[in-house]
């Protein structure tokens, strides 16, 4: 099967990292789940579906680099005990939604597996492409430990349910074991805890998470398998050692400072800031389930999630988007792009979520760009990105269509 859009203004950037620039006019060839041509004249393919985009913008699809597809409610204790069956339901419809605002990638950052991937591919049910960690890996008492304080259950007993996203692990020899099992059961990338968080309870956002030995022995683990290591951090200090020690990319970053930022970006790291969810929670999460103890962290890193992402622009460090929501606030992911438009270059913005995404979770060239032989996911855009990022807010008003492999998941055309 063929179809040609035609008379696109086509906003892409290129896979080796430049920023998406606009090119009125062009036309694109998809043959199969396939882009086979991008010309700026007409092309011709007998049999082809033509789509007269009338001066529309096209680009990629977009690439969420920070998601918990299986994140069914803020109260994380609690979906830790919930049946399985339950969380991947409501996590089929958390992606499906996730498809139909333009994400037609995400990268998850704790709880999914490739099962799930694999029966999307199998056509079972639609959503995102997805790159999973597994479960990630926590320090007794970390982030990722959801036991009370007087929840005496031995760990192992959350290790097989859906929804807990992660596993306890201390040591060197058990992170080095546990990376090891996730990555055997097919996990793209490896997850840690590296620092204290909100969702939590028995961890201050001071806390630091694992020793440098540990950390050390995850990124040689992740190396080793060709892959990389991403890890929860909030403060300068955790930020500073989780780079020392070989970690790629670097989630939140809410209290970073510029000398440790230009010390990532000498590196070659990714940051992935989650501006959104802090947000929705100041907002809302109290009466969404929070716990207390957990909201009480809130302005902790709400407050500095702006001026980061200055500093990190300041100091050269790559950026992708991220926006970590959990339960009913999934519904607000597209709202990242209205939160950086207010202090970033749009342009820039665009490429956090299309092909410097891609170049986190090394896809460059096949996802994250309109350009031949990238695979067939692009968005239709009412308006012009470039010029508005924040318009990517709003997107079932501003994204008339959604193709995912060559196929139309959602059109308005």
Not at 78 to 100: E, F, N, T, Y
Not at 308 to 323: C, D, K, N, P, Y
Not at 336 to 348: D, N, Q, T, W, Y
């Amino acid at each position: 099967m063929q179809t040609i859009l035609a008379n696109a203004t086509l906003v892409t950037g290129t896979a080796g990292g430049d920023l998406p620039t606009a090119h009125p006019g062009h036309h694109v060839l998809v043959e199969g789940d396939t882009i086979r041509e991008v010309s700026d004249r007409p092309i011709s393919a007998a049999g082809a579906n033509v789509i007269d985009l009338k001066g529309r913008t096209l680009m990629p699809g977009l690439i969420d680099c920070h998601v918990h597809v299986l994140a069914t409610t803020l109260n994380l204790p609690g979906q830790a005990v919930m049946p399985d069956s339950h969380v991947l339901l409501k996590g089929v419809q958390i992606m499906g939604r996730m498809l139909a605002r333009g994400f037609t990638t995400v990268r998850d950052a704790a709880g999914a597996n490739l099962d799930i991937e694999q029966a999307r591919e199998a056509g079972l049910f639609q959503g995102p492409r997805l790159f999973v960690p597994g479960k990630a890996l926590s320090q007794t008492g970390g982030h990722g430990d959801v036991r009370s304080r007087f929840d005496s259950r031995d760990p192992l007993w959350f290790d097989a349910r859906i929804g807990s996203f992660s596993r306890i692990v201390d040591g060197v020899d058990a992170v080095r074991r546990a990376c090891r099992e996730e990555l055997r059961a097919g996990a793209h990338h490896i997850k840690i805890m590296a620092n204290g968080g909100v969702a939590s309870q028995t961890d201050p956002i001071a806390y630091l998470g694992y020793s440098r030995e540990e950390i050390c022995a995850a990124v040689e683990e992740a190396a080793m398998a060709q892959t990389y290591v991403m890890a929860h951090l909030y403060t300068d200090e955790a930020i500073r050692r989780a780079v020392e020690c070989g970690v790629h990319s670097l989630e939140h970053c809410n209290l970073i400072e510029a000398e440790t930022a230009g010390l990532a970006a000498r590196r070659g790291c990714f940051a992935v800031p989650t501006l959104v969810t802090y947000e929705n929670l100041a907002k809302d999460g109290a009466k969404l389930g929070l716990p207390a103890v957990s909201v009480a962290k809130i302005e902790t890193v709400r407050g500095r999630g702006l001026a980061s992402l200055e500093v990190m622009r300041g100091a050269g460090l790559q950026m992708a988007f991220g926006t970590d929501l959990l339960g009913e606030m999934h519904e607000r992911q597209s709202e990242e792009f209205e939160i950086r438009a207010r202090v970033l270059p749009h342009a820039e913005i665009l490429a956090s979520a299309t092909n410097l995404a891609a170049k986190l979770i090394r896809q460059q060239g096949r996802l994250g760009v309109v350009a031949p032989g990238a695979l067939a996911d692009m968005i239709v855009v009412d308006g012009d990105p470039l010029a508005n990022a924040g318009i990517l807010a709003r997107p079932l008003e501003t994204i008339l269509a959604v193709m995912q492999g060559g196929s139309f998941v959602r059109s308005s055309l």
